[in-house]
């Protein structure tokens, strides 16, 4: 038996005093504490606005369908296979395969970095060398059950189909634009838990090749975005959400107007998330997505009216003109 010195024993019992006291502390002040996960969030949020103020802002781009009619926040019930949400004279439908369901959550990322990766390499056929570079380039932590996670996403997107439309004027007679089409027309990709290796034999990559109809949408009405803020909101659908939204919106105005909250052309008509129809819900949950939307960007100059009813905005850039965007 080895001999303990009285040192030892003395580090040994201060060191369980110490794990007592910081469960104590960590159970009835739980505020003094910041998990790792909200450590990396805030860092990522310093360097997200770091960049805004230096004019070096990774650009990305989402697409109209997305912007404008919010996708589930949450996985939907099972045998629920249909989704549908308008905006003003655009309407969005998206089934969802039976194997699979509809997209949620984090699924959103999926559509705004194929958009961006299309949009930079000019081509509906996006590819990756590796597993290690498609997590990174999602802002995903490498390891194979964040890989599955990410090919889970691509599954649900996969075998979504879309139906997006919009209704116009054009010298007093009716416009109207109708499109169904799937994200992709075809996706193969691979894992290797070597993260040194860089590609399958015979020069095998991830590839992901969209549809025409999806690839068209994108490359005739790209709506930028920053990137590096949707990878910090990614924990945050909704949040992100109402960035891109926010994005697009203040970008498009003339000057200051409101936003309607409630009624059928109201913000929480567009939510994914159902938990948010009570008005006074709604309203505490609006007020925290616009908290870390300012985080983002502090100059977003959006706001809730005093009445609750309401979502003052003004014309603003979310991006910085093109000139400062990096788009590497």
């Not at 802002?57 to 589930?72: E, I």
């Not at 994108?218 to 709506?223: Q, R, S, V, Y």
């Amino acid at each position: 038996m080895h001999h303990r010195t009285q040192s030892t024993i003395a580090s040994d019992t201060n060191d369980v005093g110490l794990k007592r006291a910081a469960g104590l502390l960590r159970l009835h002040r739980p505020e003094l504490f910041i998990s790792s996960r909200r450590l990396q969030q805030v860092e990522t949020i310093r360097m997200v606005r770091k960049r805004r103020e230096d004019n070096v802002q990774n650009l990305g781009f989402s697409s109209r369908p997305f912007v404008f009619c919010w996708q589930p926040v949450k996985r939907r019930p099972k045998g629920c296979l249909l989704r549908e949400r308008r905006n003003g004279r655009f309407v969005l439908q998206v089934t969802g395969h039976p194997s699979y369901g509809l997209p949620y959550g984090q699924d959103r990322l999926v559509p705004i970095f194929l958009s961006t990766m299309a949009v930079r390499q000019k081509s509906s056929t996006v590819t990756f060398d590796s597993a290690a570079e498609m997590l990174a380039t999602f802002g995903m932590q490498q390891g194979g059950s964040q890989y599955r996670r990410l090919v889970d996403s691509f599954q649900r997107i996969f075998g979504a189909t879309i139906f997006f439309g919009t209704d116009g004027q054009r010298d007093r007679a009716p416009v109207v634009h109708r499109a169904r089409f799937n994200f992709m027309a075809e996706a193969r990709i691979w894992y290797s838990p070597d993260p040194e290796q860089r590609t399958l034999p015979g020069e095998c990559h991830n590839l992901i090749v969209l549809s025409d109809e999806f690839y068209r949408e994108i490359t005739e009405h790209p709506i930028p975005t920053d990137i590096e803020a949707a990878k910090a909101l990614a924990g945050s659908p909704a949040a992100l959400d109402l960035f891109t939204w926010l994005s697009y919106r203040c970008f498009t105005v003339r000057g200051r107007e409101q936003v309607p909250l409630f009624g059928e052309f109201g913000l929480v008509s567009q939510l994914g998330s159902v938990e948010c129809a009570r008005p006074r819900k709604f309203r505490e949950k609006l007020e925290s997505w616009l908290d870390l939307v300012r985080a983002m960007w502090p100059g977003c100059p959006a706001e809730i009216d005093t009445g609750g009813m309401w979502l003052w905005v003004d014309r603003a850039n979310a991006v910085v003109p093109v000139g400062g965007l990096d788009v590497s």
